[in-house]
């Protein structure tokens, strides 16, 4: 299950760019769940654990994907670690909702993320007994707790 908090919190991984440069393996690139999120957010095709080939940059290193692939890669790795999804686009929602069938982890959101028309289940870690199934139970929870933070 997907479990957000939003706003802060003690010791998330914030700079995820900088997380993925020190902690990535090379085999993690060549996995199938990367080679299809690089594909659809970065419209880019893994060749190598050390070479992607993107239209727009041409060949390029794992060190050079997008922010959101990167944070995607890392949440699949490190469940237990928290992630800022915030340096992810919408385009990523659909994917940290897939990996959230698969395994439980946790992110923090600045921002009220379009996880879509469907239903899902996320936790709101501001209020553990709150689970929101639809984005207008999302917004209201959103809308509240990041209030909470701005003040």
């Known amino acids: 299950m997907l479990r957000v908090y939003f706003g802060d919190r003690e010791n998330s991984v914030y700079n995820t760019s900088v997380f993925f440069r020190h902690s990535y393996k090379d085999s993690w690139i060549t996995e199938d769940f990367t080679r299809e999120i690089v594909a659809d957010i970065d419209k880019s095709q893994v060749i190598s654990s050390s070479s992607i080939v993107s239209p727009v940059l041409g060949n390029?290193?794992?060190?050079?994907?997008?922010?959101?692939?990167?944070?995607?890669?890392?949440?699949?790795?490190y469940p237990g670690k928290i992630f800022n999804a915030s340096n992810c686009g919408d385009n990523c929602a659909r994917w940290i909702l897939k990996?959230?069938?698969?395994?439980?982890?946790?992110?923090?959101?600045?921002?009220?993320?379009?996880?879509?028309?469907?239903?899902?289940?996320?936790?709101i870690m501001n209020d553990r007994k709150l689970i929101v199934h639809n984005m207008d139970e999302f917004i209201d929870a959103g809308v509240k707790y990041l209030r909470e933070v701005q003040s």
Do not use: W
């Open 99 to 123: 990996l959230a069938e698969e395994q439980n982890f946790t992110v923090c959101l600045y921002h009220i993320m379009d996880f879509g028309s469907g239903e899902f289940d996320i936790r």
């Open 60 to 77: 390029i290193s794992p060190l050079q994907l997008s922010g959101g692939v990167k944070a995607l890669v890392l949440m699949k790795h």
